[in-house]
């Protein structure tokens, strides 16, 4: 880490920058290619897109790391509707990864969501990372994914209480939000856009899901 890095809110003149920031930190990370841009791109005109938690970090001028917010909702057993967050994309340019920048930028993001008023977290994805920030499995937190069985202990489900209590005497079910399937669901709009772009090579390579 720098003392030249800086954390703010996202502006208008950043978006092109922060979704080719996107598209090269998930190039055929988790899949060949990747649709994490896009997400973020229709995501901004999604009524769940929270604009005063959407951040980009900076480090000695150059614009190197996102993250973005959205809306979110537990259905509880008893049928009350439990608003919550979710997060992601979160983007670290690829020459700045494993240096510390992620973690900090998401504990930054964390603390103002937490100062909104917002009180608990859910998310899918990796404990051994998400674990710096507080983040637990969501079944010791009795808080089931859509997608799996109630009695799994999902490994990539995570969940992070932001108010103490907030969940207490809750137990219920998370459906991940519409918006991060939008690749899927509207395949055209993702091609025509993903053309906006300069060509890359798509790889299968190991660690890819759905393989």
């Not at 841009?37 to 970090?57: A, G, Q």
């Not at 997060?87 to 494993?98: D, N, Q, T, V």
């Not at 808080?143 to 137990?171: K, T």
Request: contains cysteine; proline residues 6%.
């Amino acid at each position: 880490m720098t003392h030249n890095t800086i954390i703010r809110q996202e502006c208008e003149s950043d978006w092109r920058k922060v979704e080719n920031l996107t598209r090269e930190a998930f190039w055929n990370i988790y899949q060949p290619g990747c649709t994490e841009h896009y997400v973020l791109h229709c995501y901004r005109s999604n009524p769940d897109f929270i604009p005063e938690l959407d951040f980009v970090m900076e480090t000695d001028a150059v614009l190197m790391g996102h993250v973005m917010f959205s809306k979110a909702q537990i259905i509880g057993d008893d049928g009350r509707v439990i608003p919550i967050l979710t997060f992601g994309p979160i983007s670290i340019a690829p020459e700045y990864k494993r240096k510390g920048y992620g973690i900090t930028l998401l504990n930054y993001a964390l603390e103002k969501a937490k100062a909104l008023g917002y009180g608990a977290v859910f998310m899918e994805g990796n404990i051994d990372f998400y674990c710096h920030a507080g983040f637990v499995l969501a079944s010791s937190l009795h808080i089931h994914y859509h997608a799996e069985p109630r009695e799994s202990e999902v490994p990539y489900f995570l969940g992070l209480e932001l108010i103490p209590g907030y969940l207490d005497g809750v137990e219920g079910t998370y459906h991940t939000p519409k918006g991060y399937y939008v690749a899927m669901d509207d395949p055209e709009g993702f091609e025509a856009f993903e053309r906006q772009f300069p060509e890359k090579e798509k790889k299968v390579l190991p660690g890819q899901l759905n393989q």
